[in-house]
């Protein structure tokens, strides 16, 4: 399986696929250019209207980028029965952004981590999407009264995918105001002692293709209530080879 944890694969602002740290040289690599056969899965299973939107927003980026389509199809709550026929006859899964928590209770409700066992394709995700395709997910409040909320779920299980924790949009997350708290110091930090998190500005990703696993672009690390830069724009980190051993100098 071919993974990309993005943040936002978009040129912000755009429809456009983002070129930047070799984004869609690594997708033309990885996919071929005709008769694609695509699946774009959900944030929200009863939010139609958007999500047709998201998909249709994704499927003319991929194609600007020279990559044609035999089947792009939609899995929300209209089609959950589908789940494992669109995934056996896929090679594109798209995770899509949104509401974490949201989206990991319709994974399990259609069996998600289950059905992509055998999958061979590339997986693609964008925002919660990525987030969620870690094997543990840490889910940081996002709405309003969440940080209050007593029964509010910080971690749950997520695809299996990837072992990596990532904190998307970094470049606006860092300065986020929720409920009167901070997100770094007041949401993140009281968490990370226990986790490791790569916080991704927009147009970095985590790229594995089974063998090799891959910072591409600005990320930093967190952990022990520290945030520090260990990969910059245009460069690679390696952060796994052969997955037996991790041979970068971070967790």
């Not at 071929?32 to 009863?46: G, I, T, Y």
């Not at 789940?83 to 509401?99: C, K, W, Y």
């Not at 409920?179 to 790229?207: N, Q, W």
């Not at 090799?212 to 520290?226: D, K, V």
Request: aromatic residues 10%; negative net charge; glycine residues 6%.
């Amino acid at each position: 399986m071919i993974t990309f944890v993005t943040s936002n694969p978009f040129t912000i602002g755009t429809e456009s696929m983002n070129p930047q740290n070799r984004f869609v040289e690594e997708l033309l690599f990885n996919i071929k250019k005709n008769n694609v056969r695509a699946l774009f899965v959900c944030s929200d299973p009863n939010t139609h209207e958007f999500t047709d939107a998201c998909a249709a927003s994704m499927r003319k980026g991929l194609e600007e980028i020279g990559i044609q389509f035999d089947a792009f199809n939609v899995l929300d709550g209209r089609n959950p029965d589908w789940t494992r026929q669109f995934i056996d006859n896929s090679e594109v899964i798209i995770l899509a952004g949104g509401h974490v928590p949201t989206q990991n209770k319709f994974f399990k409700q259609i069996h998600l981590r289950e059905n992509l066992k055998h999958f061979r394709g590339v997986v693609i995700g964008i925002s919660a999407g990525s987030m969620n395709m870690a094997d543990s997910v840490f889910s940081h409040p996002e709405l309003p009264g969440e940080t209050l909320d007593p029964t509010y779920e910080l971690q749950f299980p997520g695809l299996g995918l990837t072992t990596r924790n990532i904190l998307p949009h970094w470049q606006n997350l860092q300065y986020v105001v929720l409920d009167g708290k901070r997100m770094l110091e007041d949401i993140v930090f009281p968490t990370c002692l226990e986790h490791v998190f790569f916080a991704l500005p927009d147009g970095s990703y985590i790229y594995s293709n089974g063998e090799r696993e891959e910072l591409r672009g600005e990320a930093y690390l967190i952990s022990n209530n520290q945030c520090r830069l260990v990969c910059s724009t245009g460069d690679v980190l390696i952060l796994q080879t052969n997955f037996k051993k991790n041979v970068s100098k971070v967790p």
